[in-house]
């Protein structure tokens, strides 16, 4: 059994919406100058102008892929003068965005072998829309890259170390308690934390321990482990996700809807007194 | 004219909201697998744990389809004992997903020839994220099927007789009635019914005849037709929809605002009172 | 380096919503009849019986494809007599969809070649669904076109004169100011309204000036300008978007939530008094 040959692959992640015609161009503009390709939507749910999450989500989707060119627009700052970038990666894996801080955990992870700044009018579509970079420069950029086109072709190289720096969520942990804030949440009510299992033990939270969510003034009675079932039907877990983040759930319900909580607030997890 | 030779193809179902990461992790799992594969999205805004549509879709999407592998998760008990399944069915279709009746009824319409446990550690995503079955155990198994893998490799053989019975929404009828329940609504306020054709048939209720639509304690007056212009502009509507469910619609509006009932709404259908 | 070989392509664009099993079971009708197509979504967030809308979004979207088939279905008067349509436009590139205005705007500007009704029982799905052509009519039209079937197999020529004129937004521009409507908003709170750029130049209204948005009585204080950054953090932009249209957005923020105003509002941009 075989899988068949790799086809060149463009994934794409961006905070244009499911399902909406800035989307649709994207693959049109891919289809039209990289007819091989395969295209595989990354996500497109991204809140809007959400770099910290869009960030996130490539850095924990980039590590499944096979070798691509990954397209990721989430560009609040379009039309001014931040950089559009290429990031050549490990294992055959590219990068094209914003230099907005969105490429980079993900790019630093698989580790950055080249990086140019996006300056061919050649590959571009003209003319550029002001506002759509995602369709005049990026998507025309990753097609020539998933086509086996050179990262050169796009622009003069420039240093990785002068990429801008994404905005980074983290979690504080002391003995006992870990302050945090939530950085998603997902259809589901279940919200993601800045911080993971590492934060968790370094405030010596265990599987299975009582722990206390206290958040917008609220403290509630969780625990922590590893899979819904391992509270009682409503009852309130505290778990790291499948995106590795510090996580709160509803076992069959909505901890969005139950703490009334969205991104944004701040959250602390202590020890839970009896 | 031909279509070309098929390709190997997975199809995907899901309740992990349409554009959202969860989707773009099982796809990137697939095209890492088997490359060769055709990825199609059934459907992906399934409302979240609900086996009951989801089993629906399923069985009405799946005789359109042609030689493929389905990978469907509506997983609310994901990380208990249920066991995940791989179902080799009739004209090349596989069905993949856990066991909680979500795969029953497509996979009993078209004809079980062999089901078997999902337990080989070799077709798994490692470490199989505890929460997310769908990347690490269902998607994976879904790739190995799609390139031609055989079904015993997955895990050992289950009587089909042992598989977990789906929840079975029904429509009770009787002469000039039929008791039933809303199923789903769409985003055009359509809103589905248990029960189809045969129902309507028990009840004696004809295409043309005046019906009575009661929710909510509320009768209102309907028509039993095909097409929504069978009622004039803001009428409504009682018909059998394209999945074969009863279904409510209003002309050029929608059926749940006016009615005011979502999903688990109890609804009956009688003979209207002229 | 090469794109590699064009293969055929269809391009999907409906009201049926991200993620509905409605656009899943296009993409199985077509993956059925011509497996060795590409599918490309190009939107399926249309609101519901927006042929306007969809008219639009075709027209923009077509010129960025390459030869393909686009089966384009936002269908209101499905059932009623509206005739089904194929039409072959130059470039290699096909419509297929309701003859109700959705697909004119597109075909004409890419010039129209060939016109038929969609009459042959041979290329549908049998049973129609009476409320789903999209699945019964249009996707297997599209899918024959596609595998390179000819137009004349799927019904009698008709007159291209005779197709049914869509709905046409217009703005009306006089010195000084432009009258016109919000005809769409995006995720982002980005207005588009009826007309473009000439419309502006029309009004004598040129990038840089100040400019007041008067939508439901009410004055606001704008700019015309290219790129978000043209304003102040949360200053209101006026702009032809990237659809081609005058669009108001807010730098940061939504247009929509701050002007409290959707698709139909009347709007009026006039020369702002100092």
């Known amino acids: 059994v075989t899988g068949g040959a790799q086809r060149p692959l463009v994934a794409l992640l961006t905070d244009y919406g499911p399902g909406s015609e800035y989307v ?9 100058r990289c007819p091989a390709a395969e295209r595989v939507d990354l996500a497109h749910d ?3 102008g959400d770099v910290t999450w ?9 590590p499944l892929a096979p070798p691509s060119a990954t397209v ?8 001014t003068e931040r950089r559009g970038v290429a990031l050549g990666c490990a294992g055959g894996r590219s990068l094209v965005g914003p230099d907005n801080g969105l490429l980079v955990p993900a790019a630093r992870a ?3 072998e080249h990086a140019v700044e996006l300056r061919s009018e050649e590959h571009r579509i003209h003319p550029v829309p002001p506002t759509f970079h995602g369709l005049g420069v990026f998507a025309p950029a990753g097609a020539h890259l998933a086509c ?13 170390a002068s990429l801008v720096e994404p905005p980074a969520p983290t979690a504080r942990a002391e003995p006992g308690r870990v302050e945090t804030a939530v950085v998603a949440r997902d259809r589901f009510g279940n919200l993601a934390l800045a911080g993971g299992a590492a934060d968790l ?3 010596g939270l265990e ?3 009582p722990v206390a969510v206290t958040v917008a003034g609220r403290r509630h009675r969780a625990r922590l482990g590893r899979v819904f079932a391992d509270v009682s039907a409503g009852g309130l877990l505290v778990h790291v996700d499948s995106h590795g983040l510090i996580a709160i759930a509803v076992n069959g319900g909505s901890a969005a809807g139950r703490l009334g909580a969205g991104p944004g607030a701040r959250v602390v997890l202590d020890t839970q007194q009896a």
């Not at 649709?24 to 039209?32: C, D, K, N, S, T």
């Open 148 to 160: 086996g086109g050179a990262l050169a072709d796009l622009g003069p190289s420039l240093d990785a």
């Open 72 to 79: 990721a627009v989430v560009d609040p700052g379009v039309g």
């Open 54 to 62: 869009g960030a996130l989500l490539l850095a924990w989707l980039l």
């Open 46 to 48: 991204v809140p809007p």
């Open 201 to 203: 033990a370094g405030a």
């Open 110 to 112: 698989l580790g950055v």
């Open 24 to 32: 649709g161009a994207l693959h049109l503009a891919v289809a039209g």
């Open 207 to 209: 599987p299975g321990a």
